[in-house]
């Protein structure tokens, strides 16, 4: 196989908590800035799986036939999207809370904090 021309990016953590990682693309049209919104949408993604298995139990089902298997999971991903919306409608009349504590700063709320308040209301 010849070779291929790529479009690279490398990115660095300012702070250094996190290694420099490279993005890579062979469409050589697409800008820097596309690349890095495509590698945290990604990152979205992956959040979404943790939280998922974390809260609805994803992967933790315990279904004895192969249609209950296939229903499961499609079925928790629709409940996150159903939380995640209820949670976005309550947000301008009663705003989720960011319980923080004196040694823990959140700055954004977690599926976790709009999934209680989905509860509460």
């Known amino acids: 196989m010849p070779p291929i021309p790529i479009r690279w990016v490398l990115i660095r953590d300012p702070q250094g908590r996190c290694k420099p990682q490279a993005l890579l693309c ?3 049209e697409i ?3 596309k690349m890095m919104q ?3 949408q990604g990152w979205q993604v992956e959040v979404t799986f943790e939280e998922v ?3 609805l139990g994803v992967e933790t089902q315990r279904q004895w036939s192969d249609q209950a ?3 499961t999971t499609p079925a ?3 409940l996150f999207s159903i939380v995640t919306a209820l949670a976005h409608q309550l947000q301008s009349t009663h705003p989720v809370a960011c319980p923080m504590t004196a040694w823990y700063r959140k700055l954004n709320p977690s599926f976790a904090d709009a999934l209680a ?3 509460r209301h």
């Open 26 to 28: 062979t469409d050589l």
């Open 31 to 33: 800008s820097s800035i």
């Open 38 to 40: 495509w590698f945290r």
């Open 53 to 55: 298995r974390a809260h």
């Open 69 to 71: 298997i296939l229903r």
């Open 76 to 78: 928790l991903l629709a």
């Open 117 to 119: 308040q989905v509860r």
